[in-house]
């Protein structure tokens, strides 16, 4: 390659945000130059992708394809996923596909952000879902899309009986994983069909892979922004051992949640107190105070039950399946703030069986955290790590507090008819600790959820904690743009690949429709 190349649009990152982006941008006639840090493995009827990105069995909490990172979370620092290959973090990911409510994003629209309402995003969503069976589901959900979604029914009376359990405390029939329904029990949806996942590069990329319009760098590290007063010139990247330059005409950054704000920081872009300990002269900085603040996730523990002997005899173990219940802990909230949810499959990080084989687990998710984190950098070079805190778990904090509410009120759940059948007692934690034990615990057993949100903030001009305005542009830059869901000012309630999805074709349309009005 030139040590110097140049597009009308370099586009970093090639996760779910960048597919989309550089697909639609090559559609619409712009050379367009995709760069990403891990391996492409070509069109998907080359038969070259490996199995643990195509297998739908596949949990990434053992990927190879995985960039390294760890954060802290509670008393304990944990390794924290991203993927590091075409597709990013949803070519290894559980493949979960959810909404968000609508009231999650009406709440963008009421700061400020007007363009962000439910109903505007609604016509996005469905440009993305192809669910394949729309009984029983929202009425917004539609089939036609481009991303192919499938729901998990399951015939099992282990699944039956929880879904009675919910029935007799009042709980109904919904569709949970669709943003109508705040509370109520249901089936997950997945981006997988007959058992294969379907993920951004293969279901967007793959339609333009072959114009002449696109290039894709692979295995490309970008070190970091070139940038003059309020433009955007170029990246300096490392690609098959050589620096070199790419220049572009706009730039959008496609890094998600990590690899967005910790490489504008690299790139002098940031809040004043981190470029000083970067030691960056002040001609080579722009000070953007929130960049790499607002840092949110859901968070939750895997607890798990004994199982009776009539569970023993009768649970298909090899038959995987899920259900799961959406969970108000005060009644008066618009929206759930946990969700609830038992599985076959153990968690187990392939697909197999986890070696607690004779313990029915759990899951709960606070889906509406109140802790807010941040992750900087203390060094310009791109191969140190950053700091990634989410300042959750800390002790006294009140998210503690209501996952342990959920920890009991499940267990108080499954003690009632036809559940108490299935499972004799709790068994991690153990039944024997007292609550103040038991709160100790979750604060040692925390996981993340891997749906990292929020770094560089979109918000209106007078949020001083706000990088990009309603149009993904950075502030200060006339043709920097950011279109991830680092973007994303607060978390929605459910797994966020959906939304990401329609974020990105909701701003490269708009980008497209603006450059197109542009002499």
């Known amino acids: 390659m030139n040590k110097t190349t140049s597009a009308d649009v370099l586009v970093i990152g090639a996760g779910t945000a960048g597919c989309v982006v550089a697909t639609r941008l090559v559609q619409s006639g712009f050379k367009v130059i995709l760069v990403e840090a891990g391996q492409d493995f070509g069109h998907a009827k080359e038969n070259q992708w490996p199995d643990e ?154 339609q333009v892979r072959t114009s002449e319009k696109l290039q894709i760098l692979d295995q490309c590290d970008v070190n970091k922004i070139l940038w003059q007063n309020d433009q955007a010139t170029g990246i300096e990247v490392m690609h098959e051992g050589e620096k070199f330059i790419i220049n572009a005409e706009d730039i959008i950054l496609c890094a998600g949640s990590v690899g967005s704000p910790i490489l504008l920081q690299r790139s002098g872009i940031g809040a004043y107190e981190i470029m000083q300990q970067l030691d960056l002269a002040a001609s080579k900085t722009k000070i953007i105070p929130g960049v790499g603040k607002n840092l949110q996730d859901h968070f939750g523990i895997r607890f798990a039950f004994l199982p009776t002997p009539i569970a023993q005899e009768n649970i298909n173990w090899n038959e995987s399946g899920s259900i799961r219940l959406r969970l108000k802990q005060d009644s008066q909230d618009i929206g759930h703030n946990l969700t609830v949810s038992t599985s076959l499959a153990a968690f187990a990080g392939n697909g197999e069986r986890d070696i607690n084989q004779s313990l029915l687990h759990f899951i709960i998710w606070l889906v509406r955290p109140t802790s807010f984190g941040n992750i900087t950098i203390n060094s310009l070079d791109p191969k140190k790590m950053p700091i990634i805190n989410f300042n959750f778990g800390d002790e ?124």
Not at 97 to 115: F, P, V
Not at 449 to 477: L, S
């Open 53 to 206: 990105i195509t297998d739908g069995k596949f949990i990434g909490e053992s990927t190879s394809f995985d960039w390294g990172y760890t954060a802290q979370l509670g008393s304990q620092t944990k390794r924290y996923l991203r993927g590091k290959v075409m597709g990013g973090s949803s070519a290894i990911n559980a493949s979960g596909i959810n909404w968000g409510l609508k009231s999650d994003y009406d709440e963008w629209a009421a700061s400020g952000l007007t363009q962000w309402s439910f109903d505007s995003l609604l016509p996005y969503f469905n440009k993305v879902e192809n669910l394949i069976d729309l009984r029983d589901s929202d009425s917004v959900r539609a089939s036609g899309g481009e991303l192919s979604v499938s729901r998990l029914h399951s015939k099992q009376q282990y699944f039956k009986d929880f879904a009675r359990n919910c029935e007799q405390d009042g709980f109904q029939y919904i569709d949970a994983t669709g943003p109508e329904s705040s509370q109520g029990y249901g089936f997950a949806t997945r981006n997988v069909i007959d058992g294969k996942r379907q993920h951004p590069s293969q279901v967007y990329l793959d």
């Open 396 to 519: 006294g904090d009140k998210d503690l507090s209501s996952l342990l509410y959920g920890l009991n009120w499940s267990t108080e759940f499954v003690s009632k008819e036809p559940m108490n059948s299935w499972i004799k007692k709790l068994a991690m934690p153990s039944s024997n600790l007292s609550q103040a034990q038991i709160l100790e615990w979750i604060r040692d057993n925390l996981s993340f959820y891997y749906h990292m949100v929020g770094t560089c903030k979109m918000g209106i001009q007078n949020d001083e904690d706000a990088v990009v305005d309603d149009k993904g542009v950075v502030r200060e830059f006339n043709n920097l743009h950011i279109f991830d869901a680092s973007i994303m000012p607060r978390i929605p309630r459910g797994m966020l690949n959906l939304t990401v999805f329609a974020m990105a074709e909701k701003l490269v349309e708009g980008f497209i429709n603006l450059k197109s009005k542009t002499p």
